[in-house]
């Protein structure tokens, strides 16, 4: 049991949209990530939050992407406008002990 | 700079077959955790095994088994005798112990496809 809540589960927007994509991981950690999983590749962090913090958002695109995290709990990431290249699976995870990170099922997002 | 490799894209293999998906890691980092996950058609990340830079022990889970060797700086897992239902996309990651990041990166993946 991953312990993350994600949705949507599946998103299809056409370019220059904007989305959202909800995560809860649901025992309420103080860390959260938010990845992006480009089809074909592996997962790559988009930002982390430490309760309501930013720690790394070195690798989010900043004009059309932005993340919250109010009261520590559940978080929001948003794309505004969406490209095409934006398509990918929203991997959203909790930290365990030992820095072992789990999963939420993920957010599919495709661009037209 | 971190980087994990797997050189493997894809494996095909027979059931009760037994495979070996390679992970070789790059990191200036004295401490740092290494990581398998399975990802199967459903999609999601699925937790297999951590392992923290300073032991080198050799595990076994069953039909899993994981084999750390610092020298080399691999991270190889084996599954004997193969089900189909060990078929997924495999991913080896790495994290640094250094700072309060904490992210994982992540080598490109290893499909592994295992017939009946």
């Known amino acids: 049991e991953a312990g993350v809540a994600q949705s949507p589960r599946y998103k299809i927007i056409e370019k220059r949209q904007s989305v959202a994509f909800w995560c809860n991981p649901i025992?309420?950690?103080?860390?959260l990530y938010w990845y992006q999983q480009i089809l074909g590749q592996g997962p790559k962090l988009l930002i982390q939050f430490q309760n309501n913090g930013v720690v790394d958002d070195s690798q989010l695109p900043k004009d059309r992407f932005s993340a919250e995290r109010l009261k520590g709990v559940d978080s929001t990431l948003k794309i505004q406008p969406a490209k095409l290249e934006d398509s990918a699976v929203y991997l959203c995870?909790?930290?365990?002990?030992?820095?072992?990170?789990?999963f939420g099922p993920g957010t599919r997002l495709l661009v037209l | 700079a971190q980087k994990v490799t797997q050189a493997q894209t894809e494996i095909s293999v027979v059931e009760k077959e037994d495979v070996t998906l390679d992970c070789v890691y790059e990191?200036?980092?004295?401490?740092?955790?290494l990581f398998w996950y399975k990802q199967p058609p459903s999609g999601e990340l699925v937790f297999l095994i951590r392992r923290n830079s300073f032991d080198e022990q050799n595990e076994i889970s069953g039909r899993y088994s994981w084999n750390f060797q610092k020298s080399t700086s691999s991270f190889n897992f084996t599954i004997t005798a193969s089900q189909v239902v060990d078929s997924a996309v495999y991913f080896c990651a790495l994290s640094s112990a250094a700072g309060n990041t904490g992210k994982l990166i992540f080598g490109q993946g290893t499909t592994l496809q295992v017939k009946p």
């Open positions: 995870a909790r930290v365990e002990v030992q820095e072992t990170q789990y």
């Open positions: 990191t200036r980092d004295t401490t740092y955790y």
């Open positions: 025992s309420g950690h103080a860390t």
